[in-house]
């Protein structure tokens, strides 16, 4: 059984910093690539960072230096940094895991921005 279960979302005030975790079972988790989506109340769903399994990252560019990807292997976890958060940074935060076509998908950690 394939579970992805994010953790380390929370209320932080504007200029603060959280980091995300997603720990994956139940996959090879070095062969995929992690990417972290967010959705915010009455958008779609945004692909924010990506990782690939060598270790290639990619951003969305409203994140461009604030946010950082990170993957540790041996712990079947990838990370996403965020730091200098924004108000507009609210949102459910997903974990998501591909490898050809498969997909799945974590429960989401709520982030809050807000003073």
């Known amino acids: 059984q394939v579970q992805l279960v994010e953790s380390g979302g929370g209320l932080v005030q504007p200029g603060g910093s959280l980091r995300l975790s997603c720990a994956a079972s139940?996959?090879?988790?070095?062969?995929?690539?992690m990417n972290w989506y967010r959705q915010a109340p009455g958008k779609q769903r945004e692909l924010v960072a990506t990782i690939i399994s060598g270790g290639s990252s990619n951003y969305v560019d409203s994140v461009k230096g604030r946010f950082t990807i990170s993957r540790d292997n041996a712990k079947n976890t990838v990370y996403l940094q965020m730091n200098n958060l924004k108000p507009e940074d609210t949102a459910v935060y997903y974990c998501?895991?591909?490898?050809?076509?498969?997909?799945?998908w974590g429960q989401g950690t709520q982030v809050t921005v807000s003073s």
């Open positions: 139940g996959i090879i988790f070095r062969l995929y690539a």
């Open positions: 998501n895991a591909v490898h050809f076509l498969t997909n799945y």
